[in-house]
Every structure is written in C-alpha cells, then in structure tokens.
Nanobody, 126 residues
C-alpha cells in the first residue's frame, strides 16, 4: 500500500520558518523523483520544486529560491521542505508527490505524478 504522509505544517508569523516532512512507504523511494507542490485557496496547484533520485534539486522560479530548500534522506524514505523567511503569500496546503519521470520539462505538471500525499496546511500571518 502506497502512502505519502506529510507533516510539519502550522501557523507561523511572517519571517518565520517551518520544515515539512513527507514519509513514504509502499514503493522504492530511492528511485523516485519527489516534488513539493502547494495550493492556495481559489488557485491552481503550484509547483514548488523537485528533488531527483540523485538529489539534484530544481525550484520553481524566484518565488521560493533562496528561501526554501528541498532535501531527501533515502535511508528514512523521507523528503523535506525547509521553508525560511516565510511570507503571507506562502500560505497554502503543501503536498508532496512522487514520479518516475525525471525530465525537467514535465516535472511541473501535476498529471505526471503517480502518488500524492494528503497535504499539510501552512499559514503565514502578517
């Protein structure tokens, strides 16, 4: 049974930090590309960034680069999203997702992911 379980969300003031975790089971985590997406109320799900099997990381543009860090621990079947200098516009439900794809041109597309977590709410107050 495949499971992706996110945790670490919560309420934080602007400028604060949170670390999200996504623990995976039911498939071979080490060979999957793992991504973080987020969805704010009334908006489409947005690609945050991705970490490939070899720990190569790509972030979505400049909105999170330099503030967010994605990492993975294959021994723990876990992917992380460290979020620093949080802004109110970072408020969203954050999801982790898994795919066997590795071509960067397809990774921002939600339809290319095989498995999804249930999401964890991040709220940043001003």
């Amino acid at each position: 049974q495949v499971q992706l379980v996110e945790s670490g969300g919560g309420l934080v003031q602007a400028g604060g930090s949170l670390r999200l975790s996504c623990v995976v089971s039911g498939f071979t985590f080490s060979i999957y590309t793992m991504a973080w997406f987020r969805q704010a109320p009334g908006k489409e799900r947005e690609f945050v960034g991705v970490i490939k099997w070899n720990s190569a990381v790509t972030y979505n543009g400049d909105s999170v680069k330099g503030r967010f860090t994605i990492s993975r621990d294959n021994a723990k079947n876990t992917v992380y999203l460290q979020m620093n200098s949080l802004k109110p516009e970072d408020t969203a439900v954050y999801y982790c997702a898994a795919t066997r794809s590795f071509a960067m041109r397809v990774l921002p597309d939600t339809s290319n992911y095989d498995y999804w977590g249930q999401g964890t709410q991040v709220t940043v107050s001003s």
